[in-house]
T-cell receptor, first 112, second 113 residues
Framework: KAGVTQTPRYLIKTRGQQVTLSCSPISGHRSVSWYQQTPGQGLQFLFE???????NKGNFPGRFSGRQFSNSRSEMNVSTLELGDSALYLC???????????FGQGTRLTVV | QQQVKQSPQSLIVQKGGISIINCAYENTAFDYFPWYQQFPGKGPALLIA?????SEKKEGRFTISFNKSAKQFSLHIMDSQPGDSATYFC????????????FGPGTRLSVLP
């Protein structure tokens, strides 16, 4: 059974640009959550989608947004990139509420 | 109140020894407590998880001990191996909050051969 797939694995962007990251969850999983991981702040929840609807949102500015498609694949977008957005962005998939969450390998975003 | 505290920050154990990592929380609405293992360059991998209705759960060499009254839980790694060297995160999730996990800051474990 394939795991959670995130693309691309690495990205280098310039300050002020925007970026889109993609996540394909495990087959049959309908919940996709996004997390930001940095050395200083650790793992922080960005948002969660379930059946194409945003169900929860963390404490991040509106520059961070996401969406989920009918096949459960999800994308997150960061606009007007700042140097502080450099991080490992992780996607986790779950069958539904209260079930185990499985993470992908992440997308390493570097903003220069 | 949403925080999960984790200690120690780093841990060095000899091969064959027991590694113990502790976590504490304040939010009594938390009802699911997983532990994740992360190797450099990889995403976190689910190790083991527990719910508050049990005090202990064991899977292979990994055991979670849970103390609901103290709002503390810990991970024990028995017979620690060099391959266990990784960063370990405890996490917690509250009922009604979807899959919004609150993570501890992590413990870097080094198992010496």
């Amino acid at each position: 059974k394939a795991g959670v797939t995130q693309t691309p694995r690495y990205l280098i962007k310039t300050r002020g640009q925007q970026v889109t990251l993609s996540c394909s969850p495990i087959s049959g999983h309908r919940s996709v959550s996004w997390y930001q991981q940095t050395p200083g702040q650790g793992l922080q929840f960005l948002f969660e989608y379930f059946s194409e609807t945003q169900r929860n949102k963390g404490n991040f500015p509106g520059r961070f947004s996401g969406r989920q498609f009918s096949n459960s694949r999800s994308e997150m977008n960061v606009s007007t990139l700042e140097l502080g957005d450099s991080a490992l962005y992780l996607c986790a998939s779950s069958k539904g509420v209260g079930t185990e969450a499985f993470f992908g390998q992440g997308t390493r975003l570097t903003v220069v | 109140q949403q925080q999960v505290k984790q200690s120690p920050q780093s841990l060095i154990v000899q091969k064959g020894g027991i590694s113990i990592i502790n976590c504490a929380y304040e939010n009594t609405a938390f009802d699911y407590f997983p532990w994740y293992q992360q190797f450099p360059g990889k995403g976190p991998a689910l190790l083991i998880a527990i719910r508050p209705d049990v005090s202990e759960k064991k899977e292979g060499r990994f055991t979670i001990s849970f103390n609901k009254s103290a709002k503390q839980f810990s991970l024990h790694i028995m017979d620690s191996q060099p391959g266990d060297s990784a960063t370990y995160f405890c996490a917690a999730k509250a009922m009604g909050y979807g899959q919004n996990f609150v993570f501890g800051p992590g413990t870097r474990l080094s198992v010496l051969p």
